[in-house]
């Protein structure tokens, strides 16, 4: 007889889905990738030792309470937004920090993590929370560099 798995912790679960985003009805991985937005626009502007710091701790306890929360919920469940966080911080850290960036970052991230360039497709197979927040990681990566080049054009295009 098997055992029905209960809830993950009570901090396992806000941290996992994102402060509850990822219980949205609808598009629970843009609400989730909408809160980060928000938080990005709140932080002060970091440093390129800030942004590591919290692009790894992001990363690695989104990779353990994801690996969590696919225990509880089944496989890449999609309560679990924590992994837009950590794609959306990868693509828009060490660039200049404005809402501008931010939200150009967040579209250009959701549209990334919705048709998962390779390598990202792939990261999907690697084991638990690692397969949840690594495709993420990699849509955040494609993001960072397109946000670069633009950030280049945009003064040529007369948008700064």
Known sequence: MSQIPS?????TRLIATGFF??????APGTAGTAVALVIYCLLPPLGVLAW?????????VG????????KAWGKDP???VIDEFAGFFVTVCFLPQSMLLGVVGFFLFRVLDIIKPPPARQAESLPAGW?????????????NLIL?????LWPTLGLL
């Open 148 to 152: 670069r080049g633009l950030l280049m």
């Open 7 to 11: 809830d993950p912790p009570f901090l």
């Open 63 to 70: 990779v353990y309470v994801s690996g969590e929360g696919e």
């Open 21 to 26: 985003s990822g219980y949205s009805v609808i």
């Open 78 to 80: 999609g309560y679990v």
């Open 131 to 143: 397969g949840i927040v690594m495709d993420d990681v990699f849509a955040g990566i494609y993001g």
């Open 52 to 60: 590591s710091a919290l692009l790894l701790g992001v990363t690695l």
